[in-house]
């Protein structure tokens, strides 16, 4: 089985749930990649790594060509590499195609875009998506 993630408001947003699925999944056999638009492949390796996402392997992570593509960027990659399911947060990239299950995360606007705890290259901006539209107490912490 072989299965697929986003990162930007997937694996950034919550990566203290997905981080020990991905690890779960990864012991019990199954093939696990990121596609992301995000861009340079280099950087977008380094990120997982800061984040402790490095057991995927590096030739696992691939960025999808909007430029070429479209919404129909990771489609293209989800059929050339055969993906089963794929998890993303922009129901855009979501296009009949591409893999047989595809997951939507649902954007939770209480949280950030990005997890407090995620980390970038130096000179990287984690503005985008990054504020909260609400404040309330939520499992005990301040959104």
């Not at 591409?98 to 995620?118: C, F, K, N, Q």
């Not at 130096?122 to 912490?141: I, M, N, S, W, Y």
Request: with cysteine; aromatic share 12%.
């Amino acid at each position: 089985m072989r299965l697929a993630f986003d990162i930007g408001g997937v694996l950034s947003k919550y990566p203290e749930y997905f981080r020990p699925l991905i690890v779960n999944l990864m012991d019990a056999g199954v093939e696990v990649f990121v596609i992301t638009d995000m861009h340079p492949r280099e950087e977008v390796i380094q990120t997982l790594a800061m984040n402790d996402f490095d057991r995927i392997p590096a030739e696992n992570v691939f960025c999808a060509d909007f430029t070429a593509h479209g919404e129909g960027c990771k489609m293209v990659l989800l059929e050339e590499l055969k993906i089963d399911m794929f998890f993303d947060d922009f129901i855009g990239y979501m296009t009949p195609g591409g893999s047989p299950i595809r997951l939507l995360v649902m954007p939770d606007h209480e949280r950030p875009y990005w997890a407090d705890t995620w980390k970038v290259p130096p000179g990287k901006d984690l503005e985008f998506g990054r504020r909260r539209f609400t404040k309330r107490q939520v499992k005990g912490r301040d959104v």
